[in-house]
């Protein structure tokens, strides 16, 4: 099993970049794909981006592709976002999630595990 914590939401500008956390108790992370996703008031859980176990295969969705990049270190079993160029309709709770299968994937029913969620607000 796996135990999932997100961390480094808040409030920020238009314009401006966030780092978000997501720390994994257990041993078996580094044999997990890991996936952020995240849901905004009203709308469905969408994805945002995921990877694979070891960190050779990355997938985005297209809203953010050129501005988000996921990371993982398997030593520290910590995933990371790193979003750039952050935008209003960037606003939503990000979710963690760790999928058994290992390779990624867009769909949230492949995870098993997902965290709490951290707040990320973007003003315009």
């Known amino acids: 099993q796996v135990q999932l914590v997100e961390s480094g939401g808040g409030l920020v500008q238009a314009g401006g970049s966030l780092r978000l956390s997501c720390a994994a108790s257990?041993?078996?992370?580094?044999?997990?794909?890991m996936g952020w996703f995240r849901q905004a008031p009203g709308k469905e859980r969408e994805f945002v981006t995921a990877i694979s176990w070891n960190g050779g295969r990355t997938y985005y969705a297209d809203s953010v592709k050129g501005r988000f990049t996921i990371s993982r270190d398997n030593a520290k079993n910590t995933l990371y976002l790193q979003m750039n160029s952050l935008k209003p309709e960037d606003t939503a709770v990000y979710y963690c999630?760790?999928?058994?299968?290992?390779?990624?994937?867009?769909?949230?029913?492949?995870?098993?595990?997902w965290g709490q969620g951290t707040q990320v607000t973007v003003s315009s």
């Open positions: 257990g041993r078996t992370f580094s044999s997990y794909a």
């Open positions: 999630a760790a999928d058994p299968a290992g390779w990624g994937s867009p769909m949230k029913s492949e995870y098993d595990y």
